[in-house]
């Protein structure tokens, strides 16, 4: 990875419990950078236990953030590692479908349905082959 900026970062459809809600979101970096718009960085759809998302952190900049909660997942124990939702968790059906054009040429997609965070329907979420995009190459797969 070169020295930088992350560019075309795309945080989807992910479930957060901050144990410490009343600490900054995003710690204290005062480099971490707000310029999403030209970077193509974007958090979507992601429901995140934290008092600053996503209205305080839109307020503060961070303008691509959408469709985002303040909200408690609902994990069966998640300092304990249990990352799987309660069966009472209102994120168990809120999946959000994605199509994403990959570094290779193919296309990624995701249906609806299941549930939002790392598990779908009690299995853990399996998305595409990390692909590493190599300049005057196609990409290929790690």
């Not at 069966?87 to 349905?113: C, F, M, T, V, Y």
């Not at 082959?129 to 300049?135: A, M, R, Y």
Request: glycine share 12%; aromatic share 12%.
């Amino acid at each position: 990875m070169k020295k930088g900026w992350t560019r075309n970062f795309l945080h989807w459809n992910n479930a957060i419990y901050y144990t410490s809600p009343n600490k900054p979101f995003f710690g204290n970096n005062p480099g971490f950078t707000r310029d999403w718009d030209s970077l193509n960085i974007e958090f979507s759809h992601d429901v995140v236990r934290h008092n600053e998302f996503p209205q305080e952190l839109i307020a503060q900049g961070y303008q691509r953030i959408c469709h985002g909660s303040d909200a408690d997942p609902g994990y069966l124990d998640g300092a304990a590692g249990k990352m799987k939702l309660e069966k009472g968790s209102p994120l168990n059906s809120e999946g959000r479908s994605l199509e994403i054009d990959l570094p290779d040429g193919s296309r990624w997609h995701r249906p609806a349905g299941g549930g939002i965070g790392a598990y779908r329907n009690d299995s853990l979420f399996q998305g595409p082959s990390f692909v590493e995009f190599i300049e005057g190459s196609r990409g290929h797969s790690l």
